[in-house]
């Protein structure tokens, strides 16, 4: 069933640029120009593009914060600026930049205030702070005012925040910006778990691309406001042809003019003992180490998967 659904969706911004030394002019800019999207409810989705891109912008919409320009945009049924109120009851949202905490308050406190707020059944609430508690390994800090909280807890009671009245889609601009390798493990770990249980529906904007392997089957790619690729990280892969890369060290130099089918030398280094050969897709890595060991002693190998990051910084490029 589908639950996010957008159709031409646009948001232009006006805004003033020097036109010379004391002119201003107005300009229109396309911050999102015409994005089509379905996310099926329990979808994990990452949603990728470069510095201004059109990403935060396209998730204000989405929750109502920013009504489009124009295109239709409807979220668990509701269209979200109009219903914006009804909409917040079955939502969460974590901008990794912004908080919905209160600053001087104790976490514990933030969250009562919260269960108040979105009037939660008493038990409803015990039960998924329980549940974050454990999972977030909150219990250190729950007593400490937000303002004191590292970056790494406070997100941790952000997430935790966002999810006490049980929404049905999880939206998160960058949740795991500024963390160290601990807290952003910790992280991914638990929206892994929570998207796993297929309960909550899961949209992220994020520069993190290890956020995306672990967490989304699905990436949607923007640049300049419009949707480049929609589809599964191999699928990416398959488009942009990226290739496994075999690299072996040998005992005695690559003869040169050294050829094997189904793989390209990429690079040969050492002396020529180390070669690094590109395999070509569906071709398997044994006849071209065959060919190889055929060739020169061999005295080890490693096979690399193409890296998302490569793909990704191709597709930005072109
Ligand atoms: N309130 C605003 N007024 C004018 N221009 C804006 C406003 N908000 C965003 N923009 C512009 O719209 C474009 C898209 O911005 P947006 O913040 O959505 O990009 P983004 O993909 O989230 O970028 P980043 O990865 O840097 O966070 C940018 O050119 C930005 O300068």
């Not at 891109?53 to 979200?80: H, Y």
């Not at 072996?248 to 990429?266: C, H, K, S």
Request: proline residues 4%; hydrophobic residues 45%.
């Amino acid at each position: 069933m589908t639950i996010i659904s957008a159709a031409g969706l646009r948001k232009d911004f006006t805004v003033r640029v020097k036109a010379g030394r004391l002119r201003r002019e107005r300009r229109t800019v396309s911050a999102v120009d015409g994005v089509d999207l379905a996310v099926e409810r329990g979808e994990m989705l990452g949603y990728i593009g470069p510095n201004g891109a059109g990403k935060s912008t396209t998730l204000k919409m989405l929750t109502g914060v920013l009504a489009p320009t124009a295109g239709e945009v409807r979220v668990c049924g509701l269209t979200p600026v109009a219903q914006r109120t009804r909409l917040a009851l079955r939502i969460g949202v974590v901008f990794g930049q912004r908080s919905q905490l209160w600053w001087d308050l104790p976490l514990r406190e933030s969250f009562g205030l919260l269960r108040h707020i979105y009037r939660v059944p008493s038990a409803d609430h015990a039960a998924r702070l329980r549940r974050c508690r454990a999972l977030l390994e909150l219990d250190a800090f729950l007593d400490t005012p937000v303002r004191q909280l590292s970056l790494g807890q406070r997100m941790r009671g952000e997430l935790t925040a966002a999810l006490l009245h049980g929404p049905e889609v999880l939206f998160l601009d960058e949740p795991t910006i500024g963390l160290d390798v601990v807290s952003k493990q910790a992280v991914r770990g638990f929206l892994a778990e929570l998207g796993a249980t297929g309960d909550v529906t899961l949209v992220l904007t994020t520069h993190d691309l290890a956020d995306i392997e672990r967490l989304c089957r699905r990436l949607v790619v923007v640049d300049h406001g419009r949707v480049v690729h929609d589809g599964t990280i191999e699928e990416l892969h398959g488009r942009y042809g990226s290739r496994r890369v075999l690299v072996a060290d040998l005992d005695a130099p690559l003869p040169a003019g050294f050829a094997v089918a189904g793989a390209t030398v990429e690079a040969v280094e050492a002396d020529g003992h180390r070669v690094q050969l590109s395999l070509d897709g569906g071709v398997g890595a044994g006849t071209v180490v065959a060919a190889l060991a055929g060739a020169a002693p061999l005295r080890d190998l490693s096979v690399r998967e193409p890296a998302i990051e490569d793909v990704v910084a191709r597709l930005y490029r072109s």
